[in-house]
């Protein structure tokens, strides 16, 4: 599954974002003072404890049609959990809901590309 592109990415140390773009020292096009602060911190990534099963038994029983071996499954839960602990609230509710893995990796997981360049944002 494109999960295990994820998982070997992470697997491999790629942990820092390595952002481009403009310097954080050069103005912007904007007018803002830039004196806000952050909001939120995407929820409690213990949270996302409380999901492992449901997902196990979705991607067991995706297993079942797909010949999914049981690595796979493995990896595959990992890398849900792993980006839920990143964006907990939203992932967790999601998730949640889920009745399939296409609806879980559709709906609740950023979208994956064929060349693995998702995995650019652990950088």
């Known amino acids: 599954m494109k999960l295990v592109a994820v998982a070997l990415a992470?697997?491999?140390g790629v942990v820092a974002c390595g952002c481009k773009g403009g310097s954080a020292t050069k103005p912007g096009p904007g007018t803002g003072t830039g004196t806000?602060?952050?909001t939120?911190?995407?929820?409690d990534p213990?949270?996302?404890?409380?999901?492992?099963?449901?997902?196990?038994?979705l991607y067991q029983a995706?297993?079942?049609?797909t010949k999914m071996t049981e690595a796979e499954v493995a990896d595959n839960v990992?890398?849900?959990?792993?980006?839920c602990k990143t964006s907990?609230?939203?992932v967790v509710a999601c998730v949640t809901k889920a009745t399939a893995v296409t609806q879980l990796e559709s709906s609740c997981l950023a979208p994956l590309d064929d060349e693995g360049s998702e995995g650019e944002r652990f950088r």
Do not use: F, K, Y
């Open 78 to 83: 990992a890398m849900v959990l792993a980006e």
């Open 40 to 43: 939120g911190t995407g929820g």
């Open 62 to 65: 995706a297993a079942e049609r």
């Open 36 to 38: 806000g602060t952050p």
């Open 88 to 90: 907990a609230d939203r």
């Open 10 to 12: 992470l697997s491999l």
């Open 46 to 57: 213990a949270a996302c404890d409380g999901i492992a099963a449901h997902v196990t038994e």
